[in-house]
């Protein structure tokens, strides 16, 4: 089987900080990209932040300067660290990866079941 598993969501103040991870599984011969999404009800999904294999990162505007993504290749896992929480950063966060079962195959995405985030007093 194929996976990827999220922990880490909870509720949390405005302002607090809140720290998720990804752990992909199964057989898996490599990884590309890895990305956070999130939704909130009657929104589109929208991506947070992505991070490629060699480090690279890009940020959703809304989250620059507040949110960090990383990544450990060896442990096939990637981390979403939030801080200046905000009451809008509430949602369901999914874990997404770009992925392949064989040398040479195609890349294609899986997702995780998502984690609830919920920023209020």
């Known amino acids: 089987q194929v996976q990827l598993v999220e922990s880490g969501g909870g509720l949390v103040q405005p302002g607090g900080s809140l720290r998720l991870s990804c752990a992909a599984s199964?057989?898996?011969?490599?990884?590309?990209?890895m990305a956070w999404y999130r939704q909130a009800p009657g929104k589109e999904r929208e991506l947070v932040a992505a991070?490629?294999?060699?480090?690279?990162?890009n940020y959703a505007d809304s989250v620059k300067g507040r949110f960090t993504i990383s990544r450990d290749n060896a442990k096939k896992m990637v981390y979403l660290q939030m801080n200046s929480l905000k009451p809008e950063d509430t949602a369901v966060y999914y874990c997404?990866?770009?992925?392949?079962?064989?040398?040479?195959?195609?890349?294609?995405?899986?997702w995780g079941q998502g984690t609830q985030v919920t920023v209020s007093s």
């Open positions: 997404n990866a770009d992925i392949t079962t064989s040398y040479r195959g195609s890349y294609y995405p899986i």
């Open positions: 199964g057989s898996i011969f490599s990884i590309s990209v």
């Open positions: 991070i490629t294999r060699s480090g690279i990162t």
